[in-house]
Structure formats: structure tokens, C-alpha cells
């Protein structure tokens, strides 16, 4: 049910899951940093050993502003070096668009908060068996990516987690259907 074009969908998705995905984000980025590489130079040193390493070797990076009596800064140098290694445009950021006006914000949060509470699941957005198709939850969801989406990726959807999320995300599109619906005739 996720519109991608509707800056108000954009803005619930933030608003609900950004701060989760980023600590993902982070705790991933952490076990990937201690994993060892091998290759003839890394001697099974994870990323985080090969950081120091190189830190020990040739000293610690500091922008120009915070630091200026190491000399000029090596920010544009950094930069150049990079620029080779980008293969694709900028990606645009769709603008997110709060769908609310000042205080409606927290009477919607009030009632979503209401409907998590009391573990009302919506109709109609296939999270309840019946709506499943098969009678159990599907343990991965097949995504089409590459160039002209020619390769498959399954995309393993722990229960746990998909589940909960997908729900918190109907609860909230549906609460706000029915906010506006209401809105609307008054």
C-alpha cells in the first residue's frame, strides 16, 4: 500500500521507521567493520584493525577547520581522489511532506497510538492469514534488481520483524485514511 510518489506516505515512513533503520544501519556497519578481510594485505585484519593500522602508520585525518596548525586541508584532495570511484547521478530525494497542520499531528498520534494499543489489525493489507493466499506467512519476498531488474534477490522477511513493522505501517495508513476521511466531512 506504500505510494512512493505521496510525500505523505515519504514523511510516515521516516517518521516511523528511521530512527529503527538507522540503528540497524549502525549495528551492521559494526559487525561488518570486525569481519577479516583476506586478500595478500589485509592478513585476515578486519576493517576496524586496518584502520588503526593505518592511523599508526600515517597519523589521524583532521579537517582543516577543527585543526588548522597541522597544515591545509586534505578535504579536496580526499575528494578528488573519490570522485573516480562514483559511477552513477546524484539520486534525487523526494521532498516529505507532513501531511498534518500544527496540533493535528499529535490528535493523529494519539489515536495511532490508541489502535496499537489495542492490536487492531486492518483489513484489506494482507496481513492476516486469510489474506496470506497460502496458510502460513511467506518466509521471503522476491525483488528484481540489477541492470533492467534482469537478477532476482530474495529478501529473507524475518517474521519478527517484517511482521511488526508491515503492521505498525497499516496501522498508521490506515488511522490516517480514516483521520482524513473524517477530517473531510467535518
Do not use: R
Request: net charge negative.
Amino acid at each position: 500500500m506504500l505510494d512512493a510518489q505521496n510525500s505523505s506516505h515519504l514523511w510516515f515512513l521516516h517518521t516511523l521507521f528511521l530512527d529503527d533503520i538507522n540503528c540497524d544501519c549502525q549495528a551492521f556497519c559494526e559487525e561488518w567493520n570486525c569481519h577479516p578481510i583476506s586478500g595478500p594485505n589485509t592478513n585476515n585484519k578486519s576493517l576496524k584493525d586496518l584502520h588503526f593500522l593505518g592511523q599508526m602508520q600515517h597519523g589521524i585525518y583532521c579537517k582543516h577547520e577543527e585543526h588548522e596548525e597541522h597544515g591545509p586541508s586534505q578535504e579536496p584532495l580526499i575528494t578528488s581522489q573519490q570522485q573516480e570511484h562514483i559511477n552513477h547521478e546524484a539520486v534525487l530525494v523526494p521532498s516529505l511532506q507532513n501531511p498534518f497542520w500544527s496540533n493535528e499531528e499529535a490528535v493523529f498520534f494519539v489515536g495511532l497510538h490508541e489502535v496499537i494499543t489495542q492490536d487492531i489489525t486492518p483489513d484489506n493489507f494482507g496481513l492476516t492469514l486469510a489474506e496470506w493466499g497460502s496458510e502460513q506467512y511467506l518466509p521471503f519476498e522476491t525483488i528484481h534488481v540489477g541492470c533492467c531488474a534482469a537478477k532476482d534477490l530474495d529478501i529473507l522477511l524475518a517474521e519478527p520483524i517484517w511482521y511488526t513493522w508491515a503492521c505498525l505501517w497499516c496501522q498508521a495508513l490506515s488511522t490516517l485514511s480514516f483521520y482524513l476521511s473524517m477530517h473531510e466531512c467535518s
